[in-house]
């Protein structure tokens, strides 16, 4: 059965809907009058976006968190660079003193 184009919308629009129902019945039946509401929503919002960190303090510490973990990454490659270096110039100087004693 071909889906119509428009059946996307349905669900949005239904939560949409939902939303401004609930609005304004909150609205309508609330026992504070519009003054009060506004200074207890106001106070609300205040309080919410003190305690909730914001958008680019998450972001910071989520950046640093990288930084450091690719710095470890960083650190263990280098790690095993100077290792395998160290490795070779033995195996060099092995073979450089096989060489020169006859073997």
């Not at 939560?15 to 207890?40: D, H, N, Q």
């Not at 003190?50 to 968190?65: G, R």
């Not at 650190?75 to 070779?88: C, L, P, R, S, T």
Request: aromatic share 8%; net charge positive.
């Amino acid at each position: 059965m071909p889906k119509n184009s428009d059946d996307y919308l349905i669900f949005p629009v239904g939560i949409l809907f939902g939303v401004l129902t609930g609005l304004i019945a909150g609205i309508i039946f609330s026992p504070k009058s519009g003054v009060e509401m506004r200074k207890e929503l106001k106070g609300i919002a205040k309080n919410f976006s003190d305690e909730v960190p914001t958008d680019a303090e998450v972001a910071k510490k989520a950046f640093y968190k990288n930084m450091d973990r690719l710095k470890l990454a960083f650190e263990a490659q280098i790690n095993k660079i100077n290792e395998a270096v160290k490795a070779g110039r033995m195996a060099s100087a092995k073979r450089r003193e096989e060489l020169e004693s006859g073997y």
